[in-house]
């Protein structure tokens, strides 16, 4: 290895000038020398990047092209003739240099390309510079990929071992203790919009009059979101700890009746992560892809030495790599590695190859780009990340993401507490603060915050969104007030018969200090109303929706409910529910108040605490025969319980609209922990008991075996209860991270009062498939999965055992409804295939144990509608 290392730094580099053949050797002393004097201009250089809006008058910035390709230029010269001022150009093609007097021109240098000298405009914030290749040109280093690669005896993967080797100390979080100022501006939109899409929306086409041709080379972009914020980022090695204050944030928004802009933020920042190249697993569009870098790259990835380059920053060797299966979820593209003994990443170009097994994705690819400090350490200067994604040759979108980082400091003292709450936290005044730019806005992204302003007021639009949000949400919105949701206003059941329900809760518009829900349904068999009423209000003056939120709520319901269900708005029966085959068929006419006290801390973790008491009424051929006396039949079920829920979700996000919230699954788990206690002697109850759940949720990021989610809830009930209040595992209840369904469990058929539920569904994102001819093309995906439970029924509880509890059920024909297991869990698995026709997904599911009990299923097939990307 160090052979290795003395042949690359001393290595001869044949070049041709003038057309005439030299040689030239770099000894390393010579090399330092050059490092040192060059201290002074990647100073310069750092503090024109931060310089930000205060210096715009006085800042030069533009940007180098090819004049062939379009394609912006890295790493280019920029000098201010006459003057010691100069830095080099970004992986976007993009400098920035502080004028220093008015009758001024600057230098332009690149490797392969003719050196101008040119005057800048008075206003260079479109500034755009084209520079025409020399023939004369360094011969770059030619590299043959015939015969059989092999990672044995190859020197560039003995440099890559290097680069993964020193990647830890290289990349921020690698860093004891730093702070720096961050710029993100993010894009989304049209690609090259049509003339027919302009003349279908009619009163829509001044959006078309502001089209963007200079972001990206060779496309013209019509944004309809964008977002710009600066942000201090703070992080230290030891305990690793990250936090991401933003201080300034501008964006566009759209009508909140239908739109509910905090989730649109979300949800672009989530599909566009902020990235690195020394990241494991780049994530991009919800898919992990493999870093070139990565610690096993080199089962994945082949290399090639093809360039060393000598410029203003040091010596740089160009490494291109490519995939050695172009079906997985990897990149194509090249490395410059600094050869100055850091191996540290000088730029990247990651680009995701056409055949990947992915959906709707045209094009994508990733810049990144570093810059060394007057230390001589390497840090992340811009990261560009710009994707396009359509079907065919029709409309497309686009997104496109850009950080810019400055400011740094090293070993920084940070100030008092600025660890506490979120790790990513807005300010209080974030979005009345103008962004700071470092690179100026050009005149169409300048008009982008308008136009959507004008499209909000366009009445065609709003007809749009109304539709949309009325499909995708099942509400129909009349501002204040929404009525939904859609798939519950019909549904069917044996007590009810027809049920017919209307429903709906107050909006933001209103007030977001409290909310309010409910609906009233009606049953053409059993001709009895039903209702719900559900109310939240702020105690801390917030919102109630937004985290952190600090509010008490209250509930009232009469309805039927399933044995073993709490109060719920959506207690699952809607129109899809009521058609599948092991739909509930025992059911308690239910009246139930409930008062929660909610708080959440800015750290995530909440606390709810809360009475609930319930009067369950057996209807219809629901039987609750005493296991003492056959004669004596139980009718009601009263009880009182106090509970305390304590919930962690470490960095969560989430998507929310109203009092609904969903987190946005990433890596991070979430655990709860519920403990409840029962008030008896009063308000007819009688049960004295305990109950106790924790539970756990997480995803399993697998790289390139693509990703699995893990559930895992377990409890213990102490007291002697009739078994509707013990642990019934194939309830229904409210979405939430650690709901496991049974597709083949019957409602009611096993029941326990301590117990262990575990999880796993496993996405493989095509690993295998990948690998077998002729089936890769067809972009299909493995999934597989299994769902078990396993709990014991205490004598005292169990029916055969005690006269002091009730009989099992049965059903119309005599067969006994619930079980109590045996020494084997319950066990489900499934198998199947993912991304038919890039929209469906087929499962086998099948029952595994338990399978010679009556009237269960055995196994099933599942069919869904899956778009993914």
């Given amino acids: 290895m160090d052979r290795f290392i003395k042949y690359e730094v001393e290595s001869k580099i044949s070049f041709y000038f003038a057309n005439k053949l030299y040689l030239y050797k770099a000894p390393v002393n010579i090399m330092r020398s050059v490092q040192r004097y060059l201290i002074f201009i990647f100073t310069i250089s750092a503090l024109l990047i931060s310089a930000g809006e205060l210096y715009a008058q006085t800042q030069l910035t533009g940007k180098v092209i090819d004049a062939e390709t379009k394609e912006a230029i890295a790493g280019a010269t920029v000098r201010l003739s006459l003057s010691k001022e100069a830095t080099s150009t970004d992986s976007l093609g993009v400098f920035r240099l502080r004028k220093s007097g008015t009758n001024i021109s600057i230098r332009i240098a690149a490797m392969g390309y003719k050196t101008i000298t040119v005057h800048p405009p008075k206003d260079s914030s479109a500034w755009v510079i084209e520079l025409q290749e020399d023939s004369n040109t360094i011969e770059a280093i030619t590299i043959t990929r015939k015969g059989k690669y092999s990672n044995k005896n190859n020197k560039a993967v003995e440099l890559i071992d290097l680069v993964i080797r020193h990647k830890n100390q290289n990349r921020l979080t690698g860093k004891d203790s730093l702070q720096f100022e961050q710029y993100d501006k993010l894009k989304f939109g049209f690609v090259d919009p049509k003339v027919g899409f302009k003349k279908g929306l009619l009163d829509l086409n001044f959006l078309f009059q502001n089209i963007d041709s200079l972001s990206q080379p060779g496309k013209k972009l019509l944004a309809l979101y964008q977002e710009e914020s600066n942000a201090r980022v703070y992080g230290k090695k030891n305990p690793s700890k990250f936090k991401k204050e933003i201080y300034s944030q501008k964006k566009t928004e759209f009508d909140q009746r239908y739109v509910n802009n905090p989730n649109i933020q979300q949800f672009m920042n989530y599909m566009f992560q902020q990235v690195d190249v020394y990241d494991e697993s780049i ?122 980082n400055g400011k740094y400091q090293l070993n920084a003292t940070f100030p008092k507490g600025v660890f506490n709450g979120a790790p990513i936290e807005y300010l209080a005044n974030a979005s009345d603060t103008a962004p700071t730019r470092p690179l100026a806005l050009n005149s169409t992204e300048s008009k982008t915050y308008q136009n959507i302003e004008t499209l909000n007021n366009k009445t065609s639009f709003k007809s749009m969104l109304a539709l949309g949000y009325l499909v995708a949400q099942g509400y129909y919105t009349l501002g204040k007030f929404e009525f939904g949701p859609l798939e519950y206003l019909y549904s069917r059941n044996n007590i009810e018969g027809n049920r017919f329900r209307i429903g709906g809760r107050t909006t933001q518009a209103l007030t977001d200090k409290a909310f309010f829900e ?126 305390m829920d304590l919930r962690w979700a470490p960095f969560e996000k989430f998507y929310h609209r109203n009092l609904t919230r969903k987190t946005i699954i990433e890596k991070y788990p979430v655990f709860n922990v519920v403990y409840t206690q029962s008030l008896s002697g009063f308000w007819n109850s009688t049960y004295p008991y305990q109950k106790l759940n924790a539970a756990a949720s997480k995803r399993l990021f697998l790289n390139q075996l693509g990703f699995a989610d893990v559930r895992l809830s377990a409890g213990k009930i102490w007291g002697t209860l009739p078994y509707p209040l013990l642990e019934l595992p194939n309830l229904r209840q409210k979405d939430d991270r650690h709901k496991i369904d049974f597709d083949l469990m019957n409602p009611m058929e096993f029941v326990a009062d301590q117990y262990i539920k575990f999880g796993f569904y496993h996405q493989m994102q095509g690993f295998l498939f990948n690998k077998i001819p002729l089936i890769k093309k067809l972009n299909l995906r493995e999934v597989w999965g299994a769902n078990m439970f396993y709990g014991k029924l205490s004598d005292r509880n169990n029916p055969y055992l005690s006269d002091k509890v009730v009989q099992f059920d049965t059903d119309a024909d005599g067969q006994i409804l619930t079980h109590v297991l045996g020494q084997a869990p319950y066990w489900e698995g499934s198998v199947g295939i993912d991304n038919i026709l890039n929209v469906l997904k087929v499962e086998y599911v099948k029952r595994l144990t338990y399978a010679g009990l009556p009237n269960v299923n055995q196994d099933r097939f599942r069919i869904s509608i899956n778009i993914n990307f």
């Fill in 283 to 404: 994530y991009l569009l919800n898919k992990q892809f493999l870093s070139p870098i990565a610690d096993n790259g080199k089962l994945f990835y082949r290399y090639y030495i093809v360039d060393t380059i000598f410029n203003d920053e040091g010596y740089f060797i160009k490494l291109d790599f490519e995939p050695r299966n172009e079906t997985d979820l990897l990149f194509k593209g090249s490395l410059q590695v600094s050869m100055d003994g850091s191996y540290a990443v000088k730029q990247a170009n990651l680009k995701v190859l056409k055949r990947a097994n992915l959906n709707w994705i045209k094009d994508a690819e990733l810049n990144f780009h570093y810059r060394k400090d007057s230390t001589g350490v390497m840090l992340s200067d811009t990261t560009r990340t710009f994707i396009t994604l359509g079907v065919g040759s029709g409309e497309s979108l686009f997104g496109d993401r850009l950080s810019i």
């Fill in 518 to 643: 409910g609906y009233l349904a009606y049953g053409d068999q059993d001709k009895e109303l039903k209702y719900f009423l559900k109310s939240a209000v702020t105690l801390n003056g917030n919102s109630v929706v937004n985290f952190p939120a600090h509010y008490v709520e209250a509930t009232v319901q009469q309805d039927i409910l399933e044995p073993g269900m709490q109060i719920s708005y959506l207690k699952g029966d809607s129109f899809f529910r009521s058609i599948r085959k092991n739909r509930p068929t025992k059911w308690f006419s239910t009246q139930g108040y409930q008062l929660q006290h909610v708080i959440e801390f800015g750290n995530h973790i909440s606390l709810t605490t809360g009475f609930t008491h319930m009067d369950r009424n057996t209807v219809g051929d629901l039987q609750l025969i005493s296991s003492g006396n056959p004669d004596h039949l139980l009718r009601k079920i009263a009880t009182n319980e106090v509970h």
